[in-house]
């Protein structure tokens, strides 16, 4: 059984072990969605490192119609936030992109995330900051994350944490409760998570921990989106000559 008190005094632990390695005094710096994921690392970063050393960067796209849910956590948190609209940068790439190159949905679905963590690192590096990864073990698992976008970071601490344990460590932390459960949406194309994955993250955990789904339709989708992006949790591959 997932002992959530044990785990989440590891990785505050694990957290603050990472900043007196790699840079003592330093701000943990994160992007904030109001979603769980940016909720409970915030939260995990605020107890390993005190609010004073915690910033949140708010990055709507023109309007965001939840906002509300992030300047909820920060309030709640207690953290310094600096929100930029990314509308702007955004616009500017897609408008000055070739007029002859067709630009694809995915391009333009993983470009607002793409500009987000650039955001996030330009507010970290003038911080004295270290990026806080927000992403899980569920989510990574089936590559629902933008490579070069919210899938990096300087330190992670819910990588190895499924959806089903994120949401057992945020309660735990006190977190409100419409944060840690809220419905995950991911951003791009306005559908939920689990609508657009096919399956639900309860039974994702569930196979992840134990191997066991009952849906073969379900498990063949689970192992074929796992085999297809390992690559997003690998170190670009790198010619070594033999010299």
């Known amino acids: 059984m997932f002992d959530a008190q044990k785990v989440k005094d590891q990785c505050v632990q694990w957290i603050r072990d990472f900043f007196e390695q790699n840079g003592p005094g330093c701000h943990a710096v994160l992007g904030i969605s109001g979603g769980k994921d940016s909720s409970v690392a915030a939260a995990l970063c605020v107890e390993a490192l005190g609010r004073d050393r915690v910033i949140g960067v708010l990055m709507p796209q023109g309007e965001q119609h939840d906002i509300n ?8 948190l207690g953290i310094k936030r600096y929100e930029v609209n990314i509308k702007d940068a955004v616009d500017g790439i897609l408008k000055n992109l070739p007029a002859d190159l067709e630009i694809t949905p995915q391009s333009r679905q993983n470009l607002p995330p793409r500009i987000r963590m650039a955001t996030v ?4 590096q003038s911080c004295n900051g270290r990026v ?3 992403c899980n073990l569920s989510e990574d698992w089936v590559g629902y ?5 919210d ?10 944490l499924t959806v089903t344990e994120v949401k057992a460590i945020g309660h735990l932390l006190g977190l409100p409760a419409e944060l840690v459960e809220k419905t995950p949406i991911d951003g791009l194309c306005g559908k939920s998570d689990e609508e657009n994955l096919g399956f639900t993250y309860a039974e994702l955990d569930v196979y992840i921990r134990t191997g066991v789904i009952n849906d073969p339709e ?3 989708l689970i192992d074929r989106k796992h085999r ?3 690559f997003k949790l690998e170190l670009m591959p790198a010619f070594k000559p033999e010299i």
């Open 69 to 76: 849910m992030a300047y909820r956590l920060v309030d709640h």
């Open 121 to 124: 690192y330009a507010v970290s």
């Open 132 to 134: 806080c990864n927000t």
């Open 145 to 149: 994350s933008t490579r070069y976008g």
């Open 151 to 160: 899938s990096v970071g300087d330190f992670s601490p819910m990588s190895h």
């Open 218 to 220: 379900k498990k063949a």
């Open 228 to 230: 297809q992006n390992l």
